[in-house]
């Protein structure tokens, strides 16, 4: 079974920056839709980005992260990672990485949300203004 670890989460004030990391270990396939999700207090989880990783694409973002996130791969490493430039407050909240084998490009992978296989315990984000 696949398994997903997160980390660099943490504190930062409103204009900083974070970047966040997901291990992915003990997958059988090495092609696959991973994103990240984040989830605020009170409200639904979301798709924030997400990657197909046997495509050519270079993710997708959900509106309000575009132009300020960026997601890559480190395949070697089996890493994913989340680079969180110009943080707001409504940033804040727990970020998520989740694997699934049902979608094929990146823009299914970011909106997946119910249909990922596999989620990470998640690794908490708080943007102070």
């Given amino acids: 079974q696949g398994q997903l670890a997160e980390s660099g989460g ?3 004030q409103a204009g900083g920056s974070l970047r966040l990391s997901c291990v992915a270990s003990e997958f059988t396939y090495n092609q696959y839709c991973i994103a990240w999700f984040r989830q605020a207090p009170g409200k639904e989880r979301e798709g924030v980005a997400g990657i197909y990783t046997g495509g050519r694409g270079s993710g997708d973002y959900a509106d309000a992260v575009q132009g300020r996130f960026t997601i890559s791969r480190d395949s070697a490493k089996n890493t994913l990672y989340l680079q969180m430039n110009s943080l707001q407050p409504e940033d804040t909240g727990t970020y998520y990485c989740a694997v699934s084998y049902s979608y094929y ?3 299914a992978c970011l909106t997946a949300r119910s249909g ?6 998640g690794t908490l984000v708080t943007v102070s203004s």
């Fill in 10 to 12: 943490g504190s930062v």
């Fill in 105 to 107: 490009s990146d823009y």
């Fill in 116 to 121: 990922m296989d596999y989620w990470g315990e």
